[in-house]
């Protein structure tokens, strides 16, 4: 009898799902469905496939200058820079195309991934500069130039396919997820702001002359080709800049915590098109 | 005699306003008061919590030190500290209330 009961506790205890703070549960797929229902009540106008378009889905005004610039996409230049160094010999012979499944082509919509043997979430960037070490190469600044060249050629590939994340029924992934969350949610800086407060509270609002872009979808443009920035910019790029916007302390491109919030965001982000690289005011 | 007294009342509330006015920061309590800001400042940048405006305010206290306004330079790391008490107590209460935030 006694038997009995250790076996049901270890099976009730095996199969509990990672607890929050207050005992809730970590639970993405419901997090993604009510996700989805906020925004898609929130703009109900909206068709479920324009919220990858950021601030272009918001304003009509904006969206006119966005079709003109798109006749001569600013980041055409960075997508061809980006497929020469795909193929361009590292010293030893082998190439940036060699570390990536189908040779980098049409993948960028599984990233990032929970990698089981680290037990962290590898985003694209990671991968790209993890690959240059791996062949004794320099690395990339995470932020914007090579980096977002590449990212930008491995984003292009991938137009028309969904995105496309997974979290496995590992607890350091669900855990790795809700830090995303959490780290989403959380406010910070002297302003106080949590990517919340912009991207979900605000979104379809101006904060000074921007349009501030829905949550939903957001990272299903990247990189971008930022006018603000007069170039172009990695997911580390603006992750670092709403930070310091914020008044908040930048973390380190690729922090653990960045690469969560990266994760949890993309997750949110899952069935929309890619259709990155984009260009944004 | 009451003149007498009255001259050195006079003489005793100026001396002790001269004392007052030459009350200064010593670059002792400057190296004190930036000492406790930055060590509150690091802890910040620890939890992964700080602001820049904390950084700004300590280098504007060390510049400040640097040419001699301890006055200046103790103000500008009191505040300094004040601000990066406020990003821990920050980060603290945001840790127990975000999931209040989150879309369910």
Known sequence: MLRKVFIALAIIVGTAQPLLAGNMKVDPKADFKAFREYFTKKFPNLQLNDFVNGPYSMDVGLRKQWISIEQFPPYEFAVDKGKEMMSKPFKNGKTLADCFSNKGVGIRQNYPYFDKKTGEVVTLELAVNQCLKKNGEKTLNYKKDDMAAVTAYMAFTSRGKNMDIKIPDDPRALAAYNKGEEYFYTRRGQFNFSCASCHVQLAGKHLRTEVLAPALGILNAMPIYRSNWGGMGTISRRFTSCNTQVRADALKPQDELYRDVEYYLSYMGNGLPIVGPGSRP | ?104
């Open chain 2, 1 to 104: 005699m009451r003149t007498r007294a009255l001259i050195r009342l006079a003489v005793v509330l100026s001396v002790a306003g001269m004392t007052t006015a030459t009350f200064a920061a010593s670059q002792a309590d400057y190296k004190a008061a930036y000492g406790k800001a930055e060590a509150a400042a690091k802890q910040a940048v620890k939890m992964k919590t700080g602001w820049t405006t904390t950084d700004k305010e300590l280098k504007a206290a060390k510049k400040a030190a640097a040419t001699g306004k301890y006055d200046e330079a103790v103000k500008l790391a009191d505040h300094a500290k004040a601000l990066a008490e406020a990003s821990i107590a920050q980060a603290k209460e945001q840790a127990k209330i975000w999931p209040e935030a989150v879309i369910r």
